[in-house]
C-alpha cells in the first residue's frame, strides 16, 4: 500500500512541470508556431526561480512573497523570451524548427552561464513547503495522495479547465484556433494575425517559464544546468500525445509522469530489481510508441503549423 500511495503522490505532485509546459505549448501550436525552444525557456525560468530566493537569503528560510516573486519574475521573462522567439519566426519568419533549437541552445547556455557566475555551484534553497488541507488531509489514501502538496500545486491544476476555457470558450481562443487553422481566411475576417501569434508566444513563454521556476522552487528546490533534462521536448510531445486538447495533454503529463514515478519507487522499495535501464527507458518508450500508433493526431493539428504566414505575398 504505501508502495501505491507514495507512487500517486509524487506522480500528482511531479506532473505540474510538464503538465504547465505542454499547455503553454499548446497556445503556440494552436496558433501555427511550432516552439521546440521550449526547453530553454523552461530552464531560464528555472534558474531565476531559484536565483530570486537564494539571492536575498542563501539557503535559509525565504518569506513566502519572495518565492512568489521568483515564480512572477521567471513567468514574465519567459514571456518575454516568448515574444523575443516571436521575432525571429513571425516578423523575420526563420524556420520554425531550427529557430526553436536556437532558442533551446541559448536558453539553457544563458541559464548555466548565469548560474556559473553568479552562483557558482549548486545551491540548496527552501523553496515553497508543502501544505496539509486542514481535515481532507487525514482522509485515509486519499488525503495523502491529494490533500499534502503546496499551495502552487493546487493553482497549477486550477489552470488546466482555465486553458480549455479560454482556447474553446473565448473570442481570443476562437482567433488562435483560427490563424493556427486557416490565417489567411482569419486575416480577411480583420484578425490580427501576427498581434495573436505573439500574444500566443507570450503565454507560452510565460507558462514554460513558471513551469521551470516551479521545478526549482517546490520539487528540487535547487538549481544545476541539466535540471530541465530533456522535459521541455517531452512538453511538446505531449501536444502530439494530447491531440491539442488541454484534457487529454493532462492526462498525458500524468500518464508519463506516473511511468517516470513507477521507475524511481521500484528502485527505492524493490532495490534488488535488475532492470534498471529498463525502467528508466520505459517513460520515453511510451510516449514514441503512443505517438507511433496515434495517427489520428496528424489529421488533428492546426493545419498552419510551422507555416510562416505572409500577408503581402498571399502565402
Known sequence: MDFIVNTLTLTVRFAVTLMIASMGEMFNQKAGIFNLGCEGIMSVGAFLGMLIPFSMVGAGT??????????????????LLGLLFGIIVITFRAPQGIAGIGMQ???????????????????????????????????????????????????????????WYVIFK??????????????????SLGINVTRIRYESLAVGGAMAGFAGAFLTLCQAKMFNAEIINGRGFIAVALVYFGQWHPIKIFLGALLFTFAQTLQTQIQIFVPQFQYYEFLTMLPYLLVIVVLAFNRKSNRLGPSALGKAFNREMRV
Not at 62 to 79: D, E, H, K, R, S
Open 105 to 163: 541552445m541559448f536558453g539553457v547556455g544563458l541559464a548555466g552561464t548565469f548560474f556559473r557566475s553568479f552562483i557558482g555551484g549548486t545551491q540548496s534553497i527552501t523553496g515553497i513547503s508543502a501544505f496539509e488541507i486542514p481535515l481532507l488531509s487525514k482522509i485515509p489514501v486519499i488525503g495523502k495522495i491529494f490533500f499534502t502538496h503546496n499551495p502552487v500545486v493546487y493553482f497549477a491544476y486550477l489552470l488546466v479547465p482555465v486553458a
Open 170 to 187: 473565448t473570442p481570443w481562443g476562437l482567433k488562435v484556433r483560427a490563424v493556427g487553422t486557416h490565417p489567411r481566411a482569419a486575416d
Open 62 to 79: 525565504a518569506p513566502g512573497y519572495i518565492n512568489i516573486l521568483g515564480l512572477v519574475v521567471a513567468t514574465v521573462c519567459g514571456a
